[in-house]
């Protein structure tokens, strides 16, 4: 039953953000047309700005408000589920205003970080709307997942993307540089936008906050959503360190390839990892809230999760590493070529993602904030410390492969403790998967070291092939199993 559902919406959000990825071409090649590698590396800095005060003052309710609320949904309890939104949406509009506020009190230390000519006090207090918008469109967000509106989800991040690109081409091109502000304020409001319209028709929107009787019910998902936060902000926290030490050792421009390196490592393997939260989280969450039931459901439901991430990632990563110059080239400029031996070294960790994530909401669905923030918190010292201390080593190669170490890291550290505190057992059939899919990995990846196009080319579509004919063959076979059992 998990394997079928599973897959039937991982598909179903994979492919609307194929079509995502589509319009993103578009947006990055206008970008780099238009704003070169200077503007994307105002863009890196100023996007990272918003995510982490919005980070900040969300109060981690995108996922334990998810936690609280599918499982209201899941048992058919509505007035309690609309009840529980209204607390959730009240406090999510005082983060929107707070973190609003404190976008422009700490705009002056964001300067200080940065100490750079091209970040201007002025455009970090013009973006400080934009923090409160993402903080807003996340409320409603929380709502459709909890209701499991998946097709509607996933559409609305299509239209999301589909107004993004238009407003950036259109700014880009018309001022250059200068556009960058009002592409990032205006995309976050279109997004509240779409949100909002479909939120209200499953629960209408509904907030108290001037009723603090009714607000301190709400306290206990914001509690468990704090742990959530400090890992959040950690996170952006270090990723606003790295971005400051690139600029400091090098300069804005390398921190723009640094970001597109990035981008081309993290943002398209989003695909495959776009139903984690909308399908994924709550499930499990609804899985681990009965006390009474034995590990045997959550580990079966995790293993589930393992098993059709990797043996779709695989074969995506190695098409990815087979096509990226060509990629390079469609959605930048010859420019940004220098950015091919980074983003080779850091694909493996995509692949560590998928093999750990799905182990890291078991906190979150226990409600084990504390446990999850550590985690995460760990993680993040060790990206910043691999990512820093490898390209002051070795450049922008040895930032990507500081990216793959600290992701291979927080697997190993995920799996031990998780192993001891929840009983985790990956299954035999996982850990057979992701070895065989790991090692076809390592081969295509390998091959780009090989001289002659030629050759790197066979090497790469010989592991593809192989890595797709495996997937293909195990989906069949697990999805035929699961029939016959749910029959």
């Known amino acids: 039953m998990f394997y079928r559902y599973i897959l039937k919406y991982t598909s179903l959000l994979g492919s609307v953000q194929v079509l995502n990825v589509l319009l993103n071409v578009l947006r990055n090649k206008a970008a780099a047309v238009f704003i070169g590698t200077l503007g994307m590396g105002l863009v890196a800095v100023y996007s990272n700005i918003i995510e ?20 209201l949904y899941e048992t058919g309890r509505e007035r309690e589920f609309r009840h529980e939104a209204m607390l959730i949406r009240t406090w999510i509009f005082l983060g929107a205003l707070g973190g609003t506020l404190l976008t422009m ?24 709307p934009a923090v409160g918008l993402a903080v807003l469109s996340l409320g409603e967000t929380i709502i459709l997942r909890s209701a499991q509106r998946l097709k509607t989800l ?77 890992a959040g902000v950690c996170y952006s926290l270090v990723c606003l360190l790295i971005n400051s030490m690139l600029t400091h050792m090098s300069d804005i421009a390398t921190l723009g390839l640094y970001s597109v390196g990035l981008t081309l490592t993290v943002s398209y393997a989003r695909i495959i990892f776009s139903s984690m939260d909308s399908v994924y989280f709550p499930r499990l969450s609804v899985v681990a809230a009965d006390g009474k039931k034995d ?32 990629l390079v080239h469609l959605l930048y400029t010859d420019r940004f070529l220098t950015v091919l031996p980074m983003v080779w070294v850091a694909l493996p960790s995509m692949f560590f993602k998928a093999i750990y994530t799905p182990v890291a909401y078991l906190s979150l669905a226990k409600s084990q904030g504390r446990l999850y923030a550590t985690m995460e918190i760990i993680y993040a010292v060790l990206f910043g410390l691999f990512v820093i201390l490898g390209f002051h ?3 922008l190669l040895g930032a990507g492969i500081g990216i793959s170490l600290a992701h291979l890291c927080d697997l190993l550290l995920l799996s031990l403790v998780y192993r001891r505190r929840f009983a985790f057992r990956m299954t035999a059939s996982t850990l057979r998967i992701s070895l065989v899919q790991g090692c076809l990995l390592a081969i295509g990846l390998c091959g780009t070291l ?38």
């Not at 982490?52 to 499982?71: A, D, H, K």
């Not at 590990?295 to 096509?323: A, G, H, K, R, Y």
């Not at 066979?458 to 749910?486: D, N, T």
Request: charge should be positive; hydrophobic fraction near 55%.
């Open 295 to 326: 590990v045997t459901e959550q580990n079966e439901l995790i293993n589930t999760q393992i098993d059709i991430l990797v043996q779709i990632i695989t074969p995506f990563l190695l098409l990815m590493s087979l096509c990226l110059p060509l």
């Open 450 to 487: 090989l001289e002659g196009e030629t050759s790197r080319i066979v090497v790469g579509a010989a592991a593809l092939l192989l890595s797709a004919i495996l997937c293909v063959g195990q989906m069949l076979r697990k999805s035929e199993c699961h029939w016959r059992r749910s029959k």
């Open 154 to 230: 996933a559409w609305i991040s299509f239209g999301i993307v589909a107004i993004g690109a238009v407003l950036a081409i259109t700014l880009y091109a018309c001022w250059g540089i200068v556009g960058i502000i009002p592409a990032l304020l205006l995309t976050p409001l279109a997004t509240l936008g779409l949100f909002y319209h479909s939120s209200r028709k499953v629960c209408p929107y509904r907030i108290c906050p001037l009723r603090w009787r009714l607000l301190s019910q709400g306290l206990p998902a914001v509690r468990l959503g704090i742990a959530f936060v400090g």
């Open 52 to 71: 982490l005060m919005s980070g900040l003052s969300n109060f981690g309710l995108g996922i334990s408000g998810v936690r609280t609320l599918s499982v």
């Open 105 to 128: 009190l700490f705009a002056p230390l964001l300067i200080c970080i940065f100490n750079s000519v091209e970040i201007r006090l002025q455009d970090i207090l013009l973006l400080s």
């Open 393 to 395: 080593l070795g450049g």
